[in-house]
């Protein structure tokens, strides 16, 4: 994640000023070994932490979440990571087409969601519910509907039971499509104001041709003079 890029930055930045500072003490000042090695740590710290909390608060303010928020967010991500993962797993399971077609489209929702808001942290909060209580529900389903599905010999009540969970399968992939949509929403909305611009600028230019080609079209009536009509008659 970008904010994690903050700690590289500092570094990076802090690293060759507390090298140069270390040059400069060594011998300009020339003071002992240890006074040295002191001065530059210090330097370090002293460069690295504005930098770091610089290019972090930057970063936070352009997703528009706070730090704690944030670290709220990465928690979740990280709770989240090995249900995914778990999913994923589901694979080896499948015996048909159709259990194929079902953990694959569940699998891509679900991950299309979580790595939309590993990308974009800011949007969790527009589909926490996904990482409170659908994303688990789907895992323990589809891992449940998989079990019962390769078991031999189903009775009449199994297959009632795994027509069920097929049902209610169903409607959490409408559910995980619903967060989807939510999702991505502020994008939609972007989208279609940038339809409507364009069609704004593309249509009245259209609208200006045609009157011009209508104004061409159209015989220029000449009034006639009164001199013009002397000599006529």
């Known amino acids: 994640m970008k904010y994690n890029t903050s700690y590289f930055l500092g570094a990076i930045i802090a690293i060759p000023i507390a090298i140069i500072t270390g040059i ?52 979740q991500l990280k709770i989240a990571s090995p249900k995914i993962k778990q999913l994923l797993v589901q694979y080896k399971k499948v015996r048909s087409i159709n259990e194929l077609k079902n953990v694959n489209e569940i699998n891509k929702l679900a991950r299309i969601i979580y790595k939309t808001v590993q990308k974009s942290p800011g949007k969790f909060f527009a589909v926490d519910s996904f990482f409170f209580s659908h994303l688990d529900n789907t895992v323990n389903l589809l891992n449940e509907y998989l079990y019962l599905s390769r078991m031999p010999h189903k009775s009449t009540e199994d297959q009632q039971l795994l027509n069920h969970a097929k049902l209610t399968l169903d409607e959490l992939k409408r559910t995980l499509q ?50 013009y009509d002397k000599e006529r008659n």
């Open 24 to 75: 400069i003490s060594m011998n300009v000042f020339q003071f002992e070994m240890w006074i040295d090695s002191l001065i530059m740590f210090l330097s370090y710290i002293g460069a690295y932490i504005p930098i770091q909390h610089k290019s972090a608060q930057s970063y936070l303010k352009e997703i528009g979440l706070t730090k704690s928020d944030h670290k709220y967010v990465r928690k």
């Open 178 to 227: 619903a967060d989807l949509r939510a999702l991505n929403r502020d994008n939609i909305e972007t989208m279609k104001v940038e339809i409507d611009l364009a069609n704004k600028f593309t249509i009245q230019p259209q609208k200006n041709r045609e009157q011009i080609e209508h104004m061409e079209e159209v015989p220029v009536q000449y009034k006639r003079s009164s001199q």
